[in-house]
Each structure stands twice: as structure tokens, then as C-alpha cells.
């Protein structure tokens, strides 16, 4: 079948077994580099099992070789088998022995098992012309979903082969409560599969007899039904197993939809419409827990995931768990049942690389993401992601980096897009002014605000600024009056703010050439004293002042808008004004030229922004030069010192 394959690489078996038999010793192992994936690993020693009724193969090398033979989903998965020194090693998918979970198992559970153990027998008589001869509970395993699985295939015969000396052979290795008291006369004027019925009679009825009758729509039926039918001594009078499949214990609600599911590629495009718009009004009547677990595997199977009706009426309410907080969240499972039997289901969805599956997982992924743990979300899904965006369909790429930005909360930017990262941007808001008895009515002409102390004289109406040490040469005339006029023009409406009220704070524009200090309200009247280098006095009595880098000499502004140049009034009382720096000006004989060091060139980057250096600055504003004669300056010659 090329399935058979030697021993499995990097094989881990756990010390304490799941069980032992007469035949084998069952462990939980887990193969290294599949993911970790668990299987259930039987060893046998051949030699201890050689005798004149089962011979040679050992009864472990011959359910081996069945299980390999014949496959269907209702009978144990076979994995792998080989032979080591004196021992056999079988493995098959991860399941549990029935008689250890039987106990924890519902009457809808155990109605559906049993459902899975009759088709299984079913096709064994009727497609593979055989007898399974040892129906009992330790030949049914129960896989982590929660499926019933039928083994123990070492008793198994085919037709031809089933005669009263085969089951001598094997009687004593079979259930001896389900063998039937006159088999071996029977056996040759019966059909072979009455053997099979009346095992299944017993079983049915050992598994059923505490189970309360109200569990589950005919249950008293169904056990009556065993107890005179199946299990009649008259072998011609039982039932085919096929026509057991009809009786109404495995008809009810729960098993239609399980049966729908099943043979849903069988179903046209009218059936699946209607059922799918149904389906989960239906599913809401039976507990949550049991539908996860019997219908998860079936209800994310790719038939429904791609079908139409059921993208838009039954996956919402599927992928999306409850959290418990909306009481009118009616999602169909909790997020403690998803985590449990879905999310594994999912995990195993992500590997598969199929366009349309993707794109279904990816368009719910914000809705179940909180399920998964971080380390799976880390080392299964995210890595399955990042394929996606390197595909070539548009589609799914876009659709992934959507997905991806669903991640970044809950891994962080760094783990979804990698390093080499940095703070490119920053907060450009504007800062809030400090509210201390603010008018809503009164603005400040800047955006950009930092708070300073600045010191006050007694009266407290002259505000004391630092002296600036003046440079050798002092400072240009032209770059003084320029840079006020500049200014005046450069002002936006958006450089508008709340001036606040109490002390005196010295904000600093988004120019860095530029000082204002504030006044309180109050005191609109006071006069503020500014000092530059030049012989005219401007007066204000407003309490918004604008101070540039200029030289200590002072002026008084009565109106803001004498801070035009144009418009400025010249007085007498600089001149009368003592000039303290008198004697610390500097003779200079010719005009200095200051040579700048050129800034270092940096390598160049997407995030370079140019900025222009002010005589780029000032051919760039040619349009707003001003005639030098407007200046009250004759000849450019004043302008140098």
C-alpha cells in the first residue's frame, strides 16, 4: 500500500505504558521532526506468542498486516511496522483503549461510537468479504477527537477461510461472553457476518445498561432490539448489520447531521443550501462540548470551508468563540471548548497551502487569534504566514499582511517583521499649555510651547532677560532687521494658542530664532523692555513679546504691528539711553569674513529631507525681498561695519 515503511526516525517512548495484554505492550510515543507528533506504539515478543493455534505470524504481526490491508475511517489508522532483534513494533495513529474513557463517555457519544463500529463492520463484510470474529470493548480504541476506531484485526478471516477449525484455533484468544453457544454448528448454515452481529449485540447492551433511557431518542428500543434480535440464538433470524444502521438510535437529529457531514461531497448544490441554513440553529441543541468534539473535525473539513451557504450562515458563528461577556453573543462554542478541540484542528488547517483554505482561515483569524498560545502562534502559524506574502496571487498577500497586523499586538513588531528597526518618526502634536486660570478667549501666537523661569524685576513689570555675550564684531544690522520683518511674514493662522495666565512663561516658537514671553492677562498694560543693537525704540503696551538673537540695546513696542520695520516709529530716547558696552566695542578696521566648516556628508536614505541654508532660503523668497531704500538705507555699504 506504501505505507510500510522501516522504523521511524527519532522515535521518543514514554516509560509508562497505556497498556498490556497477552499480546503487546501499548505506549504513547512521539516522532521527532513531524511536528512532534504523538502515535501509539505497540511491542510484542513474537517468541513469547508462537503456538500451534495462532502459528506463525504472531497475533501482533497479524493485526499488522490487516490494518495495513484494509482502510477506512472507522478502523484504526495504521502508521508503521518493523521488527528489531526479537521484537515486532507496530504504530498507528494516537488513540486511548475504550474501557479507560468509557466511564467519561455521554449516551450521545456512545451512540455515536457505536454508529462508527457498525459502518466499520459493515464495510468489512460487505466490501472486503471478511469477519472480524472478536467485537468486544478492547478491540475499540478512541482517538484524542474523540472518534471510536475499530482494532484488534489479529482474528480477523476472510470468508472462505471462516470454518469452525479457524475459530477453535482462535477461541481462546476471543471475548468468551460474546461467542454464541452453538457457533460452531452454526457457523456453516449461516452467514458469516451473524458471528459479528451477536458480538455487536453484547457490546450494545454491556455499554448501554446504565444509560439513562431519556439521553438519547430510542434508546429502550434500540436496547430491546439488541437483546431479541441481534443476539437470537437462531442465527438466520439476525439482522444485517447494514440494516441496523436505519434504526431510529441512529437516525435522531445529531446523527443525520453527522451522516450529512460525512457524505457531504455526495450532496448537490439545493441540499447543501438548505441544510448549511439550518445548521446552526440545529447544533445549538445539543451541549457544546460534544458537538466539538464528535463534529469539529467534520465541520472544518474543506468540503464546508469552501462551500457558499455555509461561509456566510454557519463559519461566523463557528470561528468566532464567545467570550462570555455579550449576553447576546450566540457564537457557538466558548472559548475554553475552541481552545480544547478546535484549535489543534487549526493549527494543523495553517500548514496546509492551499489558496482558498488560506483565504477562508485568514478572513476569521481576528476573530479566534486570542485562542492560540503565543508559542504557537510564534513557531506554527506565523511562519506559515510569511510564506503567504511571498506568493505570487494578490489576493492572498494582501489578505496575509492584514492577518499579520492582527499578530503584531499579540507578538509584537519585532517578531512579525523582524529587526533592524528604529524610532523614524515622531510625535509632532503640539504640547498642552499648562492650565493655571486660562481664558478660553485669549491665543497665543505660537504653536510649539516650552516652558522657562524667567526672572522679573521688583515692580514686576520688566522682565530681566539674560544678557547674550555679543561676538567679536557684533551682529548684522540687516540680519537683525530681517529677521524681525521675516517673521512678520512668516506667521500662520495655525500658529495660534491659549496664552495662559499667572506667571510669566518664555515660549519658544517653531522658529528657533524666535522668543515670545507672556504676560498675564491682568497686567496688559505694563511695558516690557526689550534690548537690541540698533538706535530705534519701538513701543508696545501689550504683554506679547517677541525677542529675536539680537544685541542688548532697547526698544518699546506699543503695537504689534510696529514690529514691521516699515511702520516703526523712530524716537530720541535711544540716544539719551546709557549704552553700558560703550567701551567694550571692538575697533574693527576691514570686514571679517567667518568661514563655516561645511557639515559632514551622510549617507543618503529614503528619510533625507532637504533643508535650505538661508541665502538658498533668500533666493528661493526673491519675490519678497524689499527695496533697501524702504529701509531708510542708501547704500548697501552702511550695512557692513
Same mark, same amino acid.
Given at each position: 500500500?506504501?505505507?510500510?515503511?522501516?522504523?521511524l526516525?527519532g522515535?521518543e517512548?514514554?516509560?509508562?505504558?497505556?497498556?498490556?495484554?497477552d499480546?503487546w505492550?501499548?505506549?504513547t510515543?512521539c516522532?521527532n521532526g513531524y511536528?512532534?507528533?504523538k502515535?501509539?506504539?505497540f511491542i510484542?515478543?513474537?517468541?513469547?506468542?508462537y503456538?500451534?493455534?495462532?502459528?506463525?505470524?504472531?497475533?501482533?504481526e497479524?493485526?499488522? &498486516?490487516?490494518?495495513?490491508l484494509?482502510?477506512h475511517?472507522?478502523?484504526?489508522k495504521?502508521?508503521s511496522?518493523?521488527?528489531?532483534?526479537?521484537?515486532?513494533f507496530?504504530t498507528?495513529e494516537?488513540?486511548?483503549?475504550?474501557?479507560?474513557?468509557?466511564?467519561?463517555?455521554?449516551?450521545?457519544?456512545?451512540?455515536?461510537?457505536?454508529?462508527s463500529?457498525?459502518?466499520?463492520?459493515?464495510?468489512?463484510?460487505?466490501?472486503?468479504?471478511?469477519?472480524?470474529?472478536?467485537i468486544?470493548?478492547?478491540?475499540?480504541?478512541?482517538?484524542?477527537?474523540?472518534?471510536?476506531?475499530l482494532?484488534?484485526?489479529?482474528?480477523?478471516?476472510k470468508?472462505?477461510?471462516?470454518t469452525?477449525?479457524?475459530?477453535k484455533?482462535?477461541?481462546?484468544?476471543?471475548?468468551?461472553r460474546a461467542?454464541?453457544?452453538?457457533?460452531?454448528a452454526t457457523v456453516?448454515s449461516?452467514?458469516?457476518?451473524?458471528?459479528?452481529?451477536?458480538?455487536?449485540?453484547?457490546?450494545?447492551?454491556d455499554?448501554?445498561?446504565?444509560?439513562?433511557?431519556e439521553?438519547v431518542?430510542?434508546?429502550?428500543?434500540?436496547?430491546?432490539?439488541?437483546?431479541?434480535n441481534?443476539?437470537?440464538?437462531?442465527?438466520?433470524?439476525r439482522?444485517?448489520?447494514?440494516?441496523?444502521?436505519?434504526?431510529?438510535?441512529? $437516525?435522531?437529529?445529531?446523527?443525520?447531521?453527522?451522516?450529512?457531514l460525512?457524505?457531504?461531497?455526495?450532496?448537490?448544490?439545493?441540499?447543501?443550501?438548505?441544510?448549511?441554513? $439550518?445548521l446552526?440553529?440545529q447544533?445549538?441543541?445539543f451541549? #457544546?462540548?460534544i458537538?466539538a468534539?464528535?463534529?469539529?473535525?467534520?465541520?472544518?473539513s474543506r468540503?464546508v470551508?469552501?462551500?457558499?451557504?455555509?461561509q456566510?450562515?454557519?463559519l461566523?458563528?463557528?470561528?468566532?468563540?464567545?467570550?462570555g461577556?455579550?449576553?447576546?453573543?450566540?457564537n457557538?462554542?466558548?472559548v475554553?471548548t475552541?481552545?480544547?478541540y478546535?484549535v489543534?484542528?487549526?493549527?494543523?488547517?495553517?500548514?496546509?497551502?492551499?489558496?482558498s483554505?488560506?483565504?477562508v482561515?485568514?478572513?476569521?483569524?481576528?476573530?479566534?487569534?486570542?485562542?492560540?498560545?503565543?508559542?504557537e502562534?510564534?513557531?506554527?502559524?506565523?511562519p506559515e504566514?510569511?510564506?503567504?506574502?511571498?506568493?505570487?496571487?494578490?489576493?492572498?498577500v494582501s489578505?496575509?499582511?492584514?492577518?499579520l497586523?492582527?499578530?503584531?499586538?499579540?507578538?509584537?513588531?519585532?517578531?512579525?517583521?523582524?529587526g533592524?528597526r528604529?524610532k523614524?518618526?515622531?510625535?509632532?502634536?503640539?504640547n498642552?499649555?499648562?492650565?493655571?486660570g486660562?481664558?478660553?478667549?485669549? $491665543?497665543?501666537?505660537f504653536t510649539?510651547?516650552v516652558?522657562?523661569?524667567?526672572?522679573m524685576?521688583?515692580?514686576?513689570k520688566t522682565?530681566?532677560?539674560?544678557?547674550r555675550?555679543s561676538?567679536?564684531?557684533?551682529e548684522?544690522k540687516?540680519e537683525?532687521?530681517?529677521?524681525?520683518?521675516?517673521?512678520?511674514?512668516t506667521?500662520?493662522?495655525?500658529?495660534?494658542q491659549?496664552?495662559?495666565?499667572?506667571?510669566?512663561?518664555l515660549?519658544?516658537s517653531?522658529?528657533p530664532?524666535?522668543i515670545?514671553?507672556?504676560?498675564?492677562i491682568s497686567?496688559?498694560?505694563?511695558?516690557?523692555?526689550?534690548?537690541i543693537d540698533?538706535?530705534?525704540?519701538?513701543?508696545?503696551?501689550?504683554?506679547?513679546?517677541?525677542e529675536s538673537?539680537?544685541?542688548?540695546?532697547?526698544?518699546i513696542l506699543?503695537?504689534?504691528?510696529?514690529?514691521?520695520?516699515?511702520n516703526s516709529k523712530?524716537?530720541?530716547s535711544?540716544?539719551?539711553?546709557y549704552?553700558?558696552? $560703550?567701551?567694550? #566695542?571692538?575697533?574693527? &578696521?576691514?570686514?571679517?569674513?567667518?568661514?563655516?566648516?561645511?557639515?559632514?556628508?551622510?549617507p543618503?536614505s529614503?528619510f533625507?529631507i532637504?533643508?535650505?541654508t538661508?541665502?538658498?532660503?533668500?533666493?528661493?523668497?526673491?519675490?519678497?525681498?524689499?527695496?533697501?531704500?524702504?529701509?531708510?538705507?542708501e547704500d548697501?555699504?552702511?550695512l557692513?561695519?
Amino acid at each position: 500500500m506504501g505505507n510500510e515503511i522501516s522504523a521511524l526516525n527519532g522515535l521518543e517512548i514514554d516509560e509508562k505504558s497505556v497498556e498490556v495484554t497477552d499480546f503487546w505492550v501499548h505506549y504513547t510515543a512521539c516522532v521527532n521532526g513531524y511536528g512532534a507528533q504523538k502515535v501509539s506504539l505497540f511491542i510484542s515478543e513474537p517468541s513469547l506468542h508462537y503456538s500451534a493455534n495462532f502459528g506463525n505470524p504472531s497475533p501482533l504481526e497479524k493485526a499488522a &498486516k490487516n490494518l495495513m490491508l484494509y482502510r477506512h475511517p472507522c478502523i484504526l489508522k495504521y502508521v508503521s511496522s518493523w521488527s528489531k532483534g526479537s521484537k515486532f513494533f507496530l504504530t498507528t495513529e494516537h488513540v486511548k483503549p475504550l474501557i479507560q474513557s468509557i466511564q467519561t463517555q455521554s449516551t450521545l457519544q456512545i451512540c455515536m461510537g457505536l454508529y462508527s463500529i457498525l459502518r466499520a463492520l459493515v464495510f468489512l463484510h460487505e466490501k472486503a468479504s471478511a469477519s472480524h470474529n472478536n467485537i468486544c470493548g478492547s478491540s475499540i480504541y478512541v482517538t484524542s477527537e474523540g472518534c471510536w476506531k475499530l482494532g484488534g484485526l489479529e482474528c480477523l478471516c476472510k470468508s472462505k477461510e471462516l470454518t469452525s477449525i479457524y475459530l477453535k484455533k482462535i477461541r481462546s484468544y476471543r471475548y468468551e461472553r460474546a461467542i454464541s453457544v452453538d457457533e460452531d454448528a452454526t457457523v456453516s448454515s449461516a452467514s458469516y457476518s451473524t458471528i459479528d452481529a451477536y458480538a455487536f449485540g453484547i457490546l450494545a447492551e454491556d455499554i448501554l445498561k446504565l444509560k439513562d433511557s431519556e439521553d438519547v431518542p430510542s434508546l429502550l428500543e434500540f436496547k430491546q432490539f439488541c437483546k431479541e434480535n441481534l443476539q437470537n440464538a437462531d442465527p438466520c433470524l439476525r439482522s444485517e448489520l447494514s440494516s441496523v444502521l436505519q434504526h431510529p438510535f441512529f $437516525t435522531h437529529d445529531f446523527m443525520r447531521i453527522h451522516a450529512f457531514l460525512e457524505e457531504l461531497p455526495l450532496k448537490n448544490s439545493l441540499e447543501k443550501e438548505i441544510f448549511f441554513g $439550518t445548521l446552526i440553529m440545529q447544533l445549538r441543541k445539543f451541549p #457544546e462540548n460534544i458537538v466539538a468534539e464528535q463534529l469539529g473535525r467534520l465541520l472544518l473539513s474543506r468540503m464546508v470551508l469552501l462551500d457558499e451557504t455555509a461561509q456566510e450562515k454557519l463559519l461566523p458563528f463557528v470561528l468566532k468563540p464567545r467570550d462570555g461577556k455579550d449576553k447576546m453573543d450566540n457564537n457557538l462554542f466558548a472559548v475554553s471548548t475552541f481552545k480544547v478541540y478546535l484549535v489543534p484542528k487549526l493549527l494543523q488547517m495553517f500548514c496546509i497551502r492551499d489558496v482558498s483554505i488560506r483565504l477562508v482561515l485568514l478572513s476569521h483569524l481576528n476573530s479566534f487569534v486570542h485562542t492560540f498560545q503565543v508559542d504557537e502562534l510564534k513557531s506554527q502559524v506565523l511562519p506559515e504566514l510569511l510564506v503567504g506574502i511571498k506568493d505570487t496571487n494578490d489576493h492572498l498577500v494582501s489578505a496575509t499582511l492584514k492577518a499579520l497586523a492582527d499578530i503584531v499586538p499579540i507578538l509584537g513588531a519585532a517578531t512579525v517583521i523582524g529587526g533592524n528597526r528604529g524610532k523614524l518618526f515622531t510625535d509632532g502634536r503640539p504640547n498642552k499649555v499648562k492650565e493655571t486660570g486660562q481664558d478660553n478667549n485669549s $491665543t497665543s501666537s505660537f504653536t510649539n510651547i516650552v516652558e522657562f523661569t524667567v526672572p522679573m524685576s521688583d515692580d514686576k513689570k520688566t522682565v530681566q532677560l539674560p544678557e547674550r555675550p555679543s561676538p567679536d564684531g557684533g551682529e548684522d544690522k540687516k540680519e537683525i532687521m530681517s529677521s524681525i520683518t521675516e517673521e512678520e511674514y512668516t506667521w500662520s493662522d495655525w500658529d495660534t494658542q491659549e496664552t495662559t495666565t499667572g506667571d510669566i512663561h518664555l515660549c519658544v516658537s517653531r522658529s528657533p530664532d524666535i522668543i515670545c514671553q507672556s504676560n498675564e492677562i491682568s497686567t496688559v498694560d505694563s511695558t516690557l523692555t526689550i534690548e537690541i543693537d540698533s538706535d530705534k525704540i519701538l513701543n508696545i503696551d501689550k504683554a506679547k513679546i517677541i525677542e529675536s538673537k539680537l544685541p542688548k540695546k532697547s526698544i518699546i513696542l506699543s503695537d504689534i504691528s510696529e514690529l514691521d520695520i516699515k511702520n516703526s516709529k523712530l524716537t530720541n530716547s535711544a540716544k539719551e539711553e546709557y549704552d553700558f558696552f $560703550t567701551d567694550m #566695542e571692538p575697533v574693527i &578696521k576691514k570686514t571679517q569674513v567667518l568661514h563655516v566648516q561645511q557639515p559632514q556628508i551622510l549617507p543618503k536614505s529614503v528619510f533625507d529631507i532637504k533643508v535650505l541654508t538661508e541665502l538658498e532660503a533668500t533666493e528661493e523668497n526673491d519675490g519678497w525681498d524689499d527695496d533697501l531704500s524702504d529701509w531708510g538705507i542708501e547704500d548697501a555699504q552702511e550695512l557692513k561695519i
